[in-house]
């Protein structure tokens, strides 16, 4: 008798290959058979007419904080998420002096938005160095695995302490010690190293985050210990600038070391390089005998913009800024004022506070063609007819006072959408084909980040709704959006126990009914340590997620097990006879 067997589901195994109807039995967390299933379980669920899936692997999350006190791991979690990959673009809490601890929470709040406050109280900070990290996230189950980067700004400042400043050139014995610290992190158990060279991460004091500057001897040092461990992925967010020649080294880095180097390829016009121009030279490198892999988004990357969130286009009047040590309550009584609301319509914004911010806070400020209305049901590839500006002219008012009533709607929490990267031509067309290569995976959903600001830790349940079942402009099938998810994400990292169906595989299964599968609206939530805010976002139609045999959530509810850890190192399976 089987422990559980899941009888009469469509099964999308994970490798590609067509649907079919069968049954699936599980055996002490593991997968012990797929197709026909003679024996009975201890438990069953009809699965009729429901998608059986492999769990979700996400590869690029930043829980670095929040799975130290968090076994919940919400909201990826909730859009079947059964494995996620942490301390992704340079920036985490290990390895760490004391004198440190509050520099590196600010580096992760002004990169990722993550509250300093919840980190601050959230963590226990039981750690200094990464091996010790890993003991302390080992500690506490999960309803997911977890597994990790060794972070640049984490090792940077290890090293450099107080020297670490933006361009400060380490020495040799410098970059010694760092490869040093990244090879030990590897050997402990890190899938690998990452870093950030993009302006726009920037620590909470506006400096930039310390691999912005590495140079290229730098780089390729610290990438040296994963060629001396024998695995690992090199992963990097970069503005790709033409003159930092970054293909030219990450090809040199994968083929000296033999690993594979990843990169965020997003569009977008302040980029210097197109998308289309990232993953020519990516391929060019590729064709020379280089291992380069294009993480792509599924959607925009988008600003949920709303008067309680990071940003919104009031954000630097000078009436707004003046109420920043008020409380809701007393704001939201000043903004229910009509004269309060001319007033603040008719400020002009004061300048960015760092003046290569200045067209982002313009396109936040003024971009009403690029800002679109979040409503129930919401389509995250809205046209120029439903965008603030052509609403705010349908119905006779300026665009700021459009936005201004949009964002009071709901007793002040209305929502406006702001696809800031992913949505230059006003359609997601292009990502079409690049959801066929095999050169690209789909990721950078930067679940339990960017927490006032963006919410696409739903992007799984978001290829299901709209690529796979509800795209006007052109669907991928299902086989196709699963293996991208499970198969193609889980292996870039080494995890090849996972993103199959099949026997021998982790027990990791999401059962769907693609009928009710749906993201539900977006919320603003002060459930985070010391009442942190965070933007979440649940879906319809997930059945059960199971993990490693056990069911963690029914109908997006928690369920009570924890059967999640922590990964350390590539993960293989030993084939098995499937037992009937």
Not at 185 to 208: C, P
Not at 248 to 258: A, I, K, P, Y
Request: hydrophobic residues 40%; charged residues 20%; negative net charge.
């Amino acid at each position: 008798m089987h422990d559980l067997v899941i009888r009469g589901g469509t099964i999308v195994d994970g490798s590609g290959e067509a649907a079919f109807v069968g049954d699936v039995a599980i055996d002490g967390g593991v997968i012990s058979a797929v197709g026909h299933v003679s024996s009975a379980g201890k438990e069953e669920i009809d699965a009729s007419g429901k998608i059986v899936a492999p769990g979700f692997v996400d590869i690029h999350t930043h829980y670095d904080g929040q799975a130290t006190w968090d076994q919940e791991i919400a909201p990826s979690s909730w859009h079947g998420v059964t494995t996620v990959v942490m301390g992704n673009c340079g920036v985490g809490f290990a390895p760490a002096k004391k004198d440190k601890h509050d520099w590196l929470i600010g580096l992760m709040e002004g990169v990722e938005d993550i509250p300093g406050t919840a980190l601050a109280e959230g963590m226990s900070w039981n750690w200094e160095t990464f091996p010790e990290y890993m003991d302390a996230l080992e500690e506490l189950p999960r309803t997911v695995d977890v597994a990790t980067h060794v972070p640049h700004g984490a090792v940077r400042a290890y090293v450099l302490g107080d020297r670490e400043k933006p361009g400060v050139v380490p020495t040799q014995q410098d970059v010694e010690e760092m490869s040093n610290i990244v090879e030990e992190g590897l050997r402990a158990g890190a899938l690998g190293f990452s870093t950030s060279r993009t302006t726009l991460h920037r620590s909470i004091d506006g400096e930039l985050v310390p691999g912005t500057t590495a140079t290229k001897d730098e780089l390729m040092g610290i990438g040296r210990a994963m060629g001396r461990v024998g695995y690992g992925v090199f992963e990097m967010a970069s503005d790709l600038n033409r003159e930092w020649d970054e293909f030219g080294w990450m090809g040199d880095l994968s083929r000296e070391t033999g690993m594979p180097v990843t990169f965020a390829a997003l569009q977008s016009i302040a980029k210097d390089i197109s998308l289309d121009e990232q993953i020519s030279q990516m391929r060019a490198q590729n064709d020379n005998g280089a291992n380069i892999v294009a993480q792509i988004a599924l959607r925009g990357n988008g600003i949920i913009m709303t008067w309680q969130g990071t940003v919104h286009p009031f954000i630097r009047k000078p009436s707004w800024i003046a109420m920043e040590d008020l409380s809701w309550d007393e704001k939201y009584a000043k903004l229910c004022n009509p004269a309060f609301k001319t007033q603040l319509i008719a400020e002009e914004s004061l300048p960015a506070e760092q003046v290569d911010m200045a067209p982002i806070q313009f396109i936040v400020t003024n971009g009403w063609a690029m800002q679109y209305q979040m409503d129930d049901g919401f389509n995250y590839e809205p046209t120029t007819e439903e965008s603030i500006n052509s609403r705010a002219n349908e119905a006779g008012v300026s665009q700021p006072e459009y936005a201004y009533d949009l964002m009071m709607s709901d007793n002040g929490k209305g929502l406006i959408y702001l696809p800031i990267l992913n949505y230059v031509d006003g359609n997601l067309d292009f990502l079409h084909p690049l959801q066929h290569a095999d050169d690209c995976v789909n990721s950078l959903s930067d679940g339990g980040a960017h927490c006032g600001t963006i919410c696409d830790a739903a992007s799984p349940t978001f290829m299901l709704e709209h690529w796979v079942k509800g795209r006007e402009r052109g669907t991928i099938s299902i086989e196709n959006a699963i293996k991208r998810q499970c198969y193609d994400t889980a292996r870039l990292y080494g995890l090849n126990d996972r993103g199959l169906l099949k026997a021998g595989y982790l027990a990791d299964v999401n059962i769907i009914d693609m009928d009710r599968i749906k993201l539900q609206k977006p919320w603003l939530a002060f459930d985070l340590p010391a009442g942190g805010k965070r933007l979440l976002q649940k879906a319809d139609g997930y059945d059960m997620t199971i993990k490693s045999g056990q069911v963690t959530f029914k109908d997006g509810v928690m369920q009570g097990p924890t059967p999640g850890g922590l990964i350390r190192g590539p993960q293989h399976v030993e084939m098995m006879e499937a037992a009937e």
